[in-house]
Structure formats: C-alpha cells, structure tokens
T-cell receptor, first 112, second 115 residues
Framework: QQQVKQSPQSLIVQKGGISIINCAYE??????FPWYQQFPGKGPALLIA?????SEKKEGRFTISFNKSAKQFSLHIMDSQPGDSATYFC???????????FGKGTRLSVIA | SAVISQKPSRDICQRGTSLTIQCQVD?????MFWYRQQPGQSLTLIAT?????????ESGFVIDKFPISRPNLTFSTLTVSNMSPEDSSIYLC????????????FGQGTRLTVV
C-alpha cells in the first residue's frame, strides 16, 4: 500500500522552464511534507518542506504548493537549470518521532 | 537541527560476509530510522530504533538479517548479515527531533556493493 503517490516518474524540461512534480496522500494525520533532491551516488538532501497550516512556501526557485482539502502537494522549480537534473522525492510524516513515507521519485532532466 | 555522521560512506564486500554501519548524531534523539534504497528505487524503511528497546522492523525485514543496536540516545548501528548481491544498496539513517512537524535529517548514506 503506497501512502504517498508521486508523479510523473520522469520529466524532461527545457532550460528556463518550470518543472512541476505532484504528490498525493491519504493519511490526514500527516503533518510534515518535505521534498528531497538526490544526485546519483549521493544520499537524499532536504530541499524544502511545508506544514499543512500554509498553502505555499517558496525558497528561491523552489516552491511547494499544498492543497489540504485535495490531499495533494506539488513542487515547482522555476527557471529550471541543468544543475537541477536529479531525482526528487516527496515524503510525508505524522510527527517528529515517526518515519518518513516516500513517494517513488521523479527523475528530472533539464536540457539546454 | 541535527548533524548525522554515518560510517562507512561506501564499501565493497564479499557475499556471505557482514557489514556494520554506524550512525552518530550530534544531539540526543528518541527515534532513529534505518532506510534502504535499492538502485533506481525510492527509500524503504527497514526499522525504527528506539533507545532501550528492541528495534521495530517493517514487513520484509527481519532481525537476523538486519540486526540493529541502539546503545544510547546518540548512536545506532545496522548490520547487514550474510550479504548477497541483492543487498547492494544505499543504507541511510535518519532522525527526527521531538515535536510535531519538525524536520527529518539524514546521514550521507552508506553505499554498499556486494560482489
């Protein structure tokens, strides 16, 4: 049973374009929704995270949009660059002492 | 925040042997989590390690294969026993700080190749 569904599986975006990755969840007890960026051979690195009391969080070119009623959240990468090419994972968690549940990941390729 | 040091960062091991991975945190934490990431896959939780009690394993993972120690609030080890090539993965430890909605932190991972 997959608790966090992520799409698309892969994404190709032109340099300067917007990359959008979507995730959906069922567990309404989730209260923390991070996105992780992973480069080949490296561990996942926290990119940006949101809590359900806000609908949007922006950090530089990265924005999380959160729709509590739809139980969906998405990552937007503005002005995508070739250096953004990586695998992105969404995740969710019920509280600080519970483990993260991960989506299956999206392989992003930004082409010039 | 929390800084997590994980050792070794990578290793190449012979099948049938065991490898112990260490995870050291710079602050006291109640729960530590061990994940496995198989090549090209997402992260899968192996077990939750609570200091002072037996680790709790997820479906598909057993203590005989992945014994875990949690001797204190800043340290844990995961052993991958009797390794086979299918155990080739990145193994990661993670901690969460007490309180709802706090960030989750990861070690840099251990890249294991079994030959």
């Amino acid at each position: 049973q997959q608790q966090v569904k992520q799409s698309p599986q892969s994404l190709i975006v032109q340099k300067g374009g917007i990359s959008i990755i979507n995730c959906a969840y069922e567990n309404t007890a989730f209260d923390y929704f991070p996105w992780y960026q992973q480069f080949p051979g490296k561990g996942p690195a926290l990119l940006i995270a949101i809590r359900p009391d806000v609908s949007e969080k922006k950090e530089g070119r990265f924005t999380i949009s959160f729709n509590k009623s739809a139980k969906q959240f998405s990552l937007h990468i503005m002005d995508s660059q070739p250096g953004d090419s990586a695998t992105y994972f969404c995740a969710a968690r019920e509280g600080g002492n519970t483990p993260l549940v991960f989506g299956k990941g999206t392989r992003l390729s930004v082409i010039a | 925040s929390a800084v997590i040091s994980q050792k070794p960062s990578r290793d190449i091991c012979q099948r049938g042997t065991s490898l112990t991975i260490q995870c050291q945190v710079d602050s006291q934490v109640t729960m530590m989590f061990w994940y496995r990431q198989q090549p090209g896959q997402s992260l899968t939780l192996i077990a939750t390690a609570n200091q002072g009690s037996e680790a709790t394993y997820e479906s598909g993972f057993v203590i005989d294969k992945f014994p875990i120690s949690r001797p204190n609030l800043t340290f844990s080890t995961l052993t991958v026993s009797n390794m086979s090539p299918e155990d080739s993965s990145i193994y990661l430890c993670s901690v969460g700080l007490a309180g709802r909605g706090t960030e989750a932190f990861f070690g840099q991972g251990t890249r294991l190749t079994v030959v």
